[in-house]
């Protein structure tokens, strides 16, 4: 099968870790006789250096036509007193926006060969699987008016959701829910945002077309305690776009590491795989950043883009083959085992597809 992939690196750690993607998925086409073909774009401050700005109009369209995107990640502190407008983040929020992914799926389970690794006790986040859907291109990162006033002495930033909007991230979380345990916890902050008091009346409006699904709401305050205190109560969590940014990392805890999540970003047509992870400034150039999240997205990429759902159980596989071996790199603070750089975890896990 032959298929179009645009990678974009972004900045920081997002250029060694979408390079270790790219050498597993072409490890993957080899062995089952696919065609990758990868195609190289700027985003984020990387772009901004060149062109002007985070994401330019072309880079949008080559993704436009791509099959899948892959992302690493954007921002750091060279362009952190940039104009709001062309901050590197802008180009993430932007290509989010233009290829209509809405939908951000941000599985958190833990490898079993790390459940030492998490600073939770073993007990507590053994069998915890879970499953968080994203709404990913409305609420507070897009409303508008987003601006200063009174000479910069007010700021004011707009939380505005659309019911179709709302339906859209609601159905997907019902579907998600119907295909795993069949447990969906909505999280909101319905006892303060009028936003979110809509989004509960969506929420009940829709669990009739999916009787079979055991829902429930949850406010995020208590979403967030629940979380690292009882994580296996969870199955699928649908939530807006600023809580599930917010959950999703304090979910990384459970599997040890921040630089083990991968996600999904999905439009009706397209998908674009990105680790949760940032640009990690502090030890980018290293060789340390740990490619997993990264690797686990391209794995995810073959999964619901390409409907090769073979090859991306194989990738997972090897992942945790490797991490058996004890091969794991520094962000997994865990005493013994082999402590290794990014190059020497991807090689360890390629060795497993061989
Ligand atoms: P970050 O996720 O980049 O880093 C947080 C901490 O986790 C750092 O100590 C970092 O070294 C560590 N870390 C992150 N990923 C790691 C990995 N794969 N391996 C080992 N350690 C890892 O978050 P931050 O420091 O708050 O943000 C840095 C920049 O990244 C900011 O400009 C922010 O806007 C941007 N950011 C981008 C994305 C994205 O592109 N999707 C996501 C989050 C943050
Ligand atoms: C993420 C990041 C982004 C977000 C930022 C960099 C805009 O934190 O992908 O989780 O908040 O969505
Ligand atoms: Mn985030």
Known sequence: MVKKIVVLPGDGVGHEVTGEAVKV??????????????????????????????????????CLQSDAILLGAIGGPKWDNLPSDVRPEQG?????????LFANIRPIKGFDPLLHASPLKEEIINGSDI???????????????????????VAVDTLLYRRDEIERIVEKGFESAQLRKKHLVSVDKANVLESSRLWREIVEEKKKDYPDVHVEHMLVDSAAMRLITEPTYFDVIVTENMFGDILSDEGSV?????????????SETIGLYEPVHGSAPDIAGQGIVNPIGM???AAMLLRYSFDMDKEATEIETAVEKALEEGYHTKDLRI?????????EMTEAVIRHLS
């Open 25 to 62: 998925l072409e490890k993957i086409a080899e062995k089952h006789g696919h065609t990758f073909e990868f195609e190289q774009h700027d985003i984020g401050g990387t772009s901004y250096d060149k062109y002007g700005e985070p994401l330019t109009e072309e880079t949008v369209n080559v």
């Open 92 to 100: 993430l929020l932007k290509i989010r926006k233009a290829l209509n």
């Open 131 to 153: 499953y968080i859907v994203r709404e990913l291109t409305g609420g507070l990162y897009f409303g508008t008016p987003r601006e200063r006033r009174e000479n910069g002495t």
């Open 254 to 266: 459970l599997t040890g590491s921040i630089g083990m999540l991968p996600s999904a970003s999905l």
């Open 295 to 297: 690797i686990m997205s």
């Open 335 to 343: 005493n013994g085992g082999k402590v290794v750089g990014t190059k």
